[in-house]
Structures are given as C-alpha cells and as structure tokens.
C-alpha cells in the first residue's frame, strides 16, 4: 500500500510555530534549575535572558496581583529564530523558520529530554501544539470578494452571506471542539498585523490538557498526531486556489 503523503507548503504562511509542555510547578524554581539546561544547549540555543513576570489573579469579584512573581528564562538562537522559554510550570519550544515538521520535532526532542533529565520531571498536565498563520489579502473590489478568494465560506459565516456586512474593519471566531488525541481550538478572523496590513488570522492549537504521567514515546506519537489534526484544519480553512498558492510540494509522511 502506498504510504500516505504529507505536502511542504514552499510559501506557508506561517508566521509561529510552537509546542508547550506544562508540568506540576516547581517550588523555588530558578537559576540554579536553568543552568545545567542552559549548558546542555548552549551551542542552539546561545543567548539568554530572564524577566521577572507579575501573575494576576481574576476572581469574579476583582483582579489581584499575586504575591509570588515568575521568573522567566529564554534561551534563543543566535539569530532569535527559535527561542525556548522556560518557568516553574511549563516548557515552550518556538521558532518563526518553520520549515519541516521532523526539524521541529527534533528540536523538542532535544528540550524534553533535557528538561525531563535535569527538573526530574516525571508528569505533564498539557501537551500542546500551535500553528499561528497569517494569510495576505488579496486586492479585489472589496474586502468581501478579496476574503471569498482565500478563506473558504464556511469560515466567513455573515461576512458575503449577509449584505450589511460588505466591508468587515475586522472580525474574530473562536472553535473548540475534541478529536481523537485530545482538544483543538480554531481561532480565525480578519486582522491587522504589526505593518497595518490586512490579513486573515488562521492560529490552530491542537493539545491534550488530561495530566498523566509523562511517557516520551506516547508524547511524541501525540505531536505527530496533533501536527495532522493542525494541517487537516488549516488545509479545510483555505480555498483551493488559495492552497495552490502556497506551493504544495508532495513528500513522504515520514519526512514532512
């Protein structure tokens, strides 16, 4: 039987790709916890910074500050385009060059293993992964008719189906629904980016937030996973003539 096919967009739209890991907190967490990961990783992961981070607590009666800040830890490339940022609770591995999904998975191999190694970790309360695009529109008559050509109208909803809505400034949806690995969240709608330009948002994140004890093989055949529920969303968001834009070259599953 012919193995199924993954395509590499050659002109995603991706603008971040990142995976999460969060555990039991770790009481006293700091840089003495870092250190020993910071030396394991250094030759990828050079430069290093840390900020002290105010939490907030929301209560339906006020919003208060807790007495206890995070301290945070990024560890970044040396061009700042994968950054691994660390906290008592969680783990994140980011990077805006995506390019292949075993490249990245690679790279989470190589922070799970040495988290795990070095913080004694030995359960996980979320596994997550998220893919957050952003696609140009086109120039059209309107924004209306510039939207049909990229995003299909299932997605759009009011946006073309009613005419009130002929010019939409911007527009936000969110969709949460179970798959068979877990949870996913679709956020999708119209936006600005930091150039003031028009583009459509399509962040997808695709996770499992059951704690349990943290079992390597089990985790990476859970990304794997996600990385297909992620593609099969973003892949039924687009038009056809819009996919077709980015270039879709075939190449084995094993490989993507």
């Not at 250190?35 to 050079?46: A, F, G, K, N, T």
């Not at 529920?229 to 084995?252: G, I, K, N, W």
Request: glycine fraction near 4%; aromatic fraction near 8%; charged fraction near 30%.
């Amino acid at each position: 039987m012919t193995r199924p096919r993954n395509p590499k967009l050659r002109r995603a739209p991706l603008r971040v790709a990142l995976c999460q890991l969060r555990f039991p907190i770790r009481l006293g967490f700091g840089d003495l916890d870092v250190r020993p990961i910071q030396d394991e990783i250094s030759s990828r992961y050079p430069r290093t910074d840390r900020e002290v981070q105010q939490l907030f607590q929301i209560t339906p009666e006020r919003v208060e500050q807790m007495q206890t800040p995070e301290m945070v830890y990024r560890l970044r490339s040396e061009e700042g385009e994968w950054i691994v940022t660390m906290t008592s609770s969680f783990v994140t591995l980011e990077t805006t060059k995506y390019s292949r999904f075993h490249e990245f998975l690679e790279r989470w191999i190589e922070i799970l293993d040495t988290t795990t190694r070095h913080l004694g970790l030995e359960r996980q309360e979320r596994l997550g992964l998220r893919y957050v695009n952003e696609l140009a529109v086109p120039e059209a008559a309107s924004v209306t008719s510039a939207l049909q050509l990229v995003i299909r109208p299932e997605l759009l909803g009011l946006i073309g189906a009613e005419p009130l809505i002929e010019e939409p400034i911007s527009s936000l949806q969110e969709f949460r629904f179970r798959h068979k690995s877990g949870m996913a969240t679709l956020r999708h709608g119209l936006q600005r980016n930091d150039r003031d330009e028009a583009v459509y948002l399509v962040d997808i994140d695709v996770y499992d937030d059951a704690p349990r004890p943290l079992d390597r093989e089990e985790q990476l055949s859970s990304l794997k996973q996600f990385n297909k529920t992620a593609y099969d969303l973003f892949r039924s968001s687009v038009t056809e003539e819009q996919f077709r834009s980015f270039e879709p070259e075939e190449e084995a599953q094993n490989a993507a």
